[in-house]
């Protein structure tokens, strides 16, 4: 099972909004609604930011959600903020012998 | 408040091996799945294992079948990772965390123990 495929990175300035894709197959992303993305700062576990797709956890803001189309994941964060610099990764359920897959990774940079 | 708690990491020979323990708090523990994930120095997030909230049934990372074994004790709110025949590509921050439901996202994650396998 590879990874899913998300940029190496993404920027925006303070107030903007961005956009991360996470790309797999019909096996993982496109076959289930299982995808939830993750924020990780250096040093630290990860956290939470959506899950089944488009759902947020209590507690994370209405800054961040997500959608999928075919194959294809998406995190929008909006009205980017300092404090949103960070890794992202995002995740699904597959149909494969390894259940469970993550993302290479994005890390998020505000300018 | 939930807490998961890993210890049990550190330096081992490759070949070796080393249990990892995850204590788990504030929630009903036997309710919910669990899994590893560990996160080698410097890259990304990779799963490794996931165990069903009463133990029967397991699943791993073709990269570490065969030679891990996750397992829980209920009893004792801890989730376990038996690793055996390390090699250096096994090095890493192993996390433990709790699945929302099945399929979904992990809600909870420990701060994780970093494993090395060097010689």
């Known amino acids: 099972q590879s990874a899913l495929t998300q940029p190496a990175s993404v920027s925006g300035s303070p107030g903007q909004s961005i956009t991360i894709s996470c790309t797999g197959t019909s096996s993982d992303v496109g076959g289930y609604n299982y995808v939830s993305w993750y924020q990780q700062h250096p040093g630290k576990a990860p956290k939470l930011m959506i899950y089944?797709?488009?759902n947020r956890p209590s507690g994370v803001s209405n800054r961040f959600s997500g959608s999928k189309s075919g194959n294809t994941a998406s995190l929008t964060i909006s009205g980017l903020q300092a404090e949103d610099e960070a890794d992202y990764y995002c995740s699904s359920y597959t149909s494969s012998s390894t259940p469970y897959v993550f993302g290479t990774g994005t890390k998020v940079t505000v300018l | 408040e939930v807490q998961l708690v890993e210890s049990g990491g550190g330096l081992v020979q490759p070949g070796g091996s080393l249990r990892l323990s995850c204590a788990a708090s504030?929630?009903?523990?036997?309710?919910?799945?669990m899994h590893w994930v560990r996160q080698a120095p410097g890259k990304g997030l990779v799963w490794v294992s996931r165990?069903?909230?009463?133990?029967?049934?397991?699943s791993y990372a073709d990269s570490v079948k065969g030679r891990f074994t996750i397992s829980r004790d209920n009893a004792k709110n801890t989730l376990y990772l038996q690793m055996n025949s390390l090699r250096a590509e096994d090095t890493a921050v192993y996390y433990c965390a709790r699945e929302m439901a099945m399929g979904s996202g992990k809600d909870y994650w420990g701060q994780g123990t970093l494993v090395t396998v060097s010689s």
């Open positions: 504030g929630f009903t523990f036997s309710s919910y799945w």
């Open positions: 089944d797709v488009s």
């Open positions: 165990i069903n909230s009463d133990g029967s049934s397991t």
